[in-house]
């Protein structure tokens, strides 16, 4: 019910916006309360419409956000987040023997996902000292089968006049896991994570940001639905191993170019863990301002990965004989390409309303150094968004 | 991941900011664009994170700040 | 291991050496405030010295610069209210493009004296570090007190300077 309210305030507020003709520059609203002042508040909205081809997974997403500085130096930040979705997703794979065809493929069975709805909010309070940013945040997420608490602090340090930005953040998460097929289980999860950062300022018209961090997790980590089909024996609920240390690496350099008063975005990731995974993502993304407060932003990625230790499609006695075995299509190796744009538009310093798409296909061919094994899995969905930004 | 490989990385990292030249603070105009931001959009980044790290296999990423008009 | 070793040394000293660099310069307060080649908006030569006598509020902002926006209201206030008690506001813009600084005027007007340098020789001979800059130059032409930035709630400390210094008659003869 949540859901339909917030799409009529969408409506309203669009069209709101589109009635008034000439919006005049307003000024600055400022808030004096018992000697606290408070600066611009902002206010934002969010809807994604998230679907894969084959009328598989699709999934609505509700998002709000709200900015509230005060004495100009201690900023409060609101977030909350209401995801549902429905659809087919795969469960298992089986070799197509066991079909009754035997043409030696692998078949990828789907099975129908109730729709399913997520509710999330966080919290954040950052100040800010003249150099140095000190930030903790906290929230947590609930849907039918799965509840997570989160808490993060981050802290910002500037040097050089600001040329140099050094970073680091703590984050750390619990989950309570259960499934609706399986009423015995209770998995519980916990996550670590800390992240370090340097931003460097390269000229007037160039900077690179890059940044380093190290994530532990242990406890239940599979999918509590997912299941391997072992020859001879049947289907099993997948079992990953119960810790997995990760690694990231993020690099990304913006560089203006004054020609088209543009920014290019050039961002490679690098990602390992002891799971056997390795990834690159490879994006670029060119910022074209229009003129009359519109801009453009065409964007593409790449995506590589390999498959985990033991990921396989479907299994044999012995290759399953470490109790360790997953089939799930997001542990195999594969690549994908995706493409989009974000179309913005500001009105009188006060509204902002942006929209974006992006298509995305995953081809097991397109895996760096594959085999192109896991082709049955390749999939393609669509990711559009509608957002508006208020400041008071 | 070997401790050689991050010192490499560390390095890197260290010498790309040594061979940066001077900015002073009053020619940051161009570093203040909206669009030169590290992320210019942290809701949109939000969501396309989201459904990445879903459909995928690998996390994580950019956190850092930093850049901009260097404003006190 | 030892090669790399050295190579994090060489880049860290490298890194370090730059931060010094940078950091060098700075005005302190007691000292006389340079003259420096600003230009009024129309384009003819402004000089510090014919302000001798007044409290000088010298403030070097930008198009640009968020927190300059906030505190174009409060230097207008100021300008109407100590104006008459020998207040002097001088802005001096650092916009590479002058449309820019236009732009931004007519979003945030100024009653105050406005002041180019494209040239940008007074930030250097002031040894700006951060956008804003305020230089408090007091009835007998030192530098009395540095700001560095604007923030909400900036605007009593530094209207208390500015009434500390108006109170500091000249001696009389």
Redesign the interface.
Known sequence: MAAIKNNKTLLALTSAALALPGMAPRTALSLDIGGLEIGDIEG?F?Y?H?EEGDDRINAD?Y?G?VTLPLTGRLNLNGHWIVDAWSGATPSINVPSEVLGRPDGDVVQILTSASPETRVAFDLRAGYQF?DV?LEFGGGSSDERDYDSTFFNF?T?W?LN?????L?L?LNYQDDDIEAVTRPDLHGQKSVY?I?V?????????S???????Y?RSSGFLSNPYKRVFIQDLGAFFEQRPDNRN?????T?Y?R?L?AW???LHL?Y?L???D?G?H?H?FEAAW?Q?LGHDW?V?PRVRY?S?ND?DFYQPFFTQEEAADEEFSSDH??AGFG?ISGGA?V?KDWADWLNF?T?F?Y?Q?YADLEIGGDGESDFADYN?W?V?V?VKIKF | ?PL?HL?????L?????????????????????P??A?D??P??T???HH??ES?????????????G???? | ?NK?NV??FF??A??A??AY??AAFALEPGQPAPGCPMKTWEGTPLDLSQYKGKVVYLD?W???????AQSFPFMNEMHSDLGPKGLQIIAIN???KLE?AQAFLAKHPATFTLARDPD?TC??LYG??????TYLVDREGRISHIH????VGDAEKLRAYVQVLLDNNRPKR
């Open positions: 934002g969010q994604s998230y997403t998002q956000t003249d940013l981050r910002a500037d006049e600001k040329q140099t930005t970073s953040g994570n992240q950062g340097v931003t460097q300022v390269l000229s007037k018209d900077l690179i940001t890059s940044t380093f961090g994530t990760s690694w990231v690496w993020d990304r913006i203006h004054a008063d543009a920014a961002d990731r990602f390992a863990d799971w995974v990834a993502t910022y301002p801009q932003v995506y990965q985990a997001r542990l994908a974000v913005t942006e974006s992006e995305y995953r969905f990711l968004n957002a | 991941m050689a010192t490499v990385i560390v390095c990292i260290l010498m790309l900011a040594a061979c940066a030249t001077p900015v002073k603070p009053w020619e940051r105009g161009t570093l203040a664009k669009h030169m590290v210019p959009s809701t949109e939000g969501i396309r459904v990445f459909k995928e296999a690998s996390s994580g990423g950019l956190g850092g700040g930093g850049g008009c260097g404003c006190y | 291991m790399k190579k994090a880049s860290l490298l890194f050496g730059t660099l940078q070097f930008a198009s640009w610069c968020m927190p300059c650092l916009d590479e820019d940008n930030p250097e700006v570090q951060g956008m804003p800059s560095k930035g604007y923030r």
